[in-house]
């Protein structure tokens, strides 16, 4: 059974940063792409990273140039740097294996993220 415990969350003021943490167990982490998602409030989950077993990364119009997603896999671990956070970032930040049916659709409890202006 998959498991991902995500931290690094908190409440930041606009302009500032934070570096989130996803660890993942109950699968082969390195051959595996992973993502981070996030859910506003009233919205729908959405991605807004992706690094592939490789390496490779994509991004979300909103967060390109802002964040950088990164791996661990001696840790098992995928982390997002977020840098000149903006008000319209907060919300609750996911990660999840790619695609999201290889975890059988389990998802971690998130980590909160609240951007003051």
């Known amino acids: 059974q998959v498991q991902l415990v995500e931290s690094g969350g908190g409440l930041v003021q606009a302009g500032g940063s934070l570096r989130l943490s996803c660890a993942a167990s109950?699968?082969?982490?390195?051959?595996?792409?992973m993502g981070w998602f996030r859910q506003a409030p009233g919205k729908e989950r959405e991605l807004v990273a992706s690094i592939s077993s490789g390496g490779n990364t994509n991004y979300g119009d909103s967060v390109k140039g802002r964040f950088t997603i990164s791996r661990d896999n001696a840790k098992n671990t995928v982390y997002l740097r977020m840098n000149s956070l903006k008000p319209e970032d907060t919300g609750v930040y996911y990660c999840n294996v790619l695609p999201v049916w290889k975890s059988g659709h389990s998802w971690g409890q998130g980590t909160q993220v609240t951007v003051s202006s």
């Open positions: 109950g699968i082969i982490f390195s051959i595996n792409a």
